[in-house]
């Protein structure tokens, strides 16, 4: 795999006391990958053999960035089954854009551009400086997983995904809590007529999303070395 020339840590990546510094520097290497295909596609045994750490550790790092809303994933899965067969990691170009104030008065700007790794140019940005909310992505996945045809379009739809992710979800938050409710509508426990966005994107999705489930997971498992 050919290594880009140079890497992105903005500013507020640098001095987030709450990431590893690990993640910091794995965040940098995302960003020189992002800038050669607008997306990462390395693995973590990739990542693994270039820090000489762990995939585990790897895996841990990403999960940190994913979760405080630096990135995306996105998991593409062998046809019928729940094997991962590739990954795609993305910039949140809202990361890229906010002002955080350090000793330096650092501010990060004019990168949308050069790390535009939405996941597609449907996605509406509501204000400036915010990231990409990727609506029909998510409205997609749950269509695709429900078989109903909710339209992204909608604003009610757009204002509840719009709430959770100012409550710092990302689009794997999003993808999770359908996943769970769509478990829980096949073994009975759910009904069918709940699996719409008001109720699944309402006041009741962090409980939605850490619920546990006897069901294997159907998105990413941190613990998969393969990725």
Not at 131 to 145: G, R, T
Not at 182 to 209: A, H, Q
């Amino acid at each position: 795999m050919k290594k880009s020339y140079y890497a992105i840590i903005p500013a507020n990546v640098r001095y987030d006391k709450q990431l590893i510094d690990g993640a910091k520097l794995l965040y940098g290497e995302i960003t020189a990958l992002c800038n050669q295909e607008g997306y990462c596609w390395a693995t973590n045994s990739y990542f693994s053999e270039l820090y000489e750490v762990s995939t585990k550790t790897i895996s841990t790092w990403v999960n940190q960035l994913r979760s405080k809303g630096y990135i995306t994933t996105e998991m593409i899965y062998k046809e019928g089954t729940n094997e991962i067969v590739k990954r795609y990691i993305r910039i949140v170009p809202g990361g890229m854009e906010e002002k955080v104030n350090t000793p330096m008065e650092e501010k990060v700007k004019g990168n949308s551009t050069l790390l535009n790794t939405t996941v597609n140019n449907t996605s509406n940005k509501d204000i400036v400086g915010q990231p990409d909310i990727p609506y029909k992505e998510i409205v997609n996945y749950l269509n695709n997983a429900t078989g109903k045809k909710y339209r992204h379009t909608t604003q009610k739809t757009k204002d509840l995904i719009k709430a959770r992710f100012n409550e710092k979800n990302t689009l794997e938050d999003f993808k999770t809590v359908i996943d769970n409710k769509v478990n829980d509508n096949k073994r009975g426990t759910f009904k069918d007529l709940y699996l719409r966005p008001e109720t699944l994107f309402g006041t009741k999705f962090e409980g939605y999303l850490n619920q546990e489930s006897p069901n294997e997971p159907t998105g990413y498992d941190p613990n998969r070395d393969a990725f």
